[in-house]
Structure formats: C-alpha cells, structure tokens
C-alpha cells in the first residue's frame, strides 16, 4: 500500500528520474559500462546481446515473444520503483515523509546537473548503439514479432558497424558522439519536412 501511495505522491520523482534517464534511481554506473565514454569492442556488443537476450527469453525457447518484451519491462519497471522507494525511504520505515520527499527532489535535482551535464546538453557517451533494435524500444525494431537471438545479434552487429567509422572492430566515443550527431540531425530534418 505505501508503494502505491509513492507513485501517486511521488509523480514529481518520477518525471525528474525519467528526464534524467533514470539515472537517479539506479546505482551510479560502473566505470567501464557501456555509457562511461570508453571504448567498446565488437566482442563486448555480442557479449550485451546475450546478456540482454537471456534477461528478455522467460521460456528459454530461443525466441523473444512479444509478451516476454512486456513482463521484461515490467520487471525492470517495479525493480527501478523499489528502488527509488528505497532512496527516498531515507530512515528505511516503510514509508515516506513530506520532508523525505523533498530532500528526494534536492537530490534529483543535483542528479539531473550531474547526468545532464551543468549546461543540461548531455555527457559525452550517454545513450548507445545497444538499446535499439528487436524488443528494445527501436521505432523499427519488430515492437509486435517474435525474433530470435541470432537476428537480434545481427541487428546489434549492423549497428556497431555503421557506427564504426575507421572499420577496426573498436567503437571509441568520438565515433558514437559522431553517430549521435549524425541521427539526430537526421531526426531534425525530418521533423522540418513534416
């Protein structure tokens, strides 16, 4: 019951966690994620699509289904929502104060600098290559069919190589900031035609 009354309540939060990419709610990323403005090799791309694709396939059947997609995102939903009741939860009872409501949205707010940079323009890295595709969210990427976790490699894969300008099999940040660049002032594009 008081997680229920948390989200209504705390709406506020949530929107400041979501605009900061839920960065807020979640543990600070380890020095050499994939976001952390590192190199990231082709084996490391084939090494998260396995990963990704064993958390997605509930059944073990060799095949993501648009169902499994959905209890994956609301597993990741409810896990994210503890854990940001447990932040806010700051003397661990069960419940959360007025007060602890407010030093939550101080401390969202120091977050957002943080992930967003002082200027609110981003941190170099940030977003990648491997959140798109079959069952990740990608505007092409099958949101109502079944795929297999070959295609999604091979979608992975297809990815890393168009944004791997100097073909070494090694992504650098300036090849992904150059990528990024490039998508969005496509996305802009498009949006003036309309």
């Known amino acids: 019951m008081t997680k229920i009354m948390f989200i209504t309540a705390g709406a506020g939060i949530a929107t400041i966690a979501a605009a900061a990419g839920i960065a807020l709610a979640q543990p600070a990323a380890a020095p050499d994620g994939p976001r952390a403005g590192r190199d990231v090799t082709r ?3 084939i090494d998260r699509v396995e ?4 958390q997605l396939d ?7 289904t648009p169902d499994e997609r959905r209890a994956a995102a609301e597993r990741r939903r ?3 929502t503890d854990r940001m009741f447990a932040r806010l939860d700051a003397d661990n009872n069960g419940s959360i104060t007025r007060e602890e409501m407010r030093e939550g949205r ?3 707010r120091r977050g957002m600098r943080t992930a967003c ?4 323009a981003g941190v170099e890295g940030r977003g990648g290559f491997e959140r798109r595709g079959p069952g990740m969210g990608g505007r092409r990427g099958g949101g109502a069919r079944e795929f297999t976790r070959e295609e999604m490699r091979e979608r ?4 890393f190589d168009r944004v791997d300008a100097n073909r070494d099999g090694t992504l650098t940040a300036e090849e992904r900031r150059q990528a990024r660049d490039a998508r969005r002032e496509r996305m802009r594009a498009r949006r003036e035609e309309s």
């Open 117 to 120: 940079g002082p200027d609110g």
């Open 106 to 108: 101080m401390r969202g």
């Open 51 to 54: 990963q990704r694709f064993t």
């Open 43 to 45: 084996q490391e791309v």
């Open 78 to 80: 409810s896990e994210r």
């Open 58 to 64: 509930g059944n073990r059947d060799g095949r993501v």
């Open 156 to 159: 992975a894969l297809a990815r």
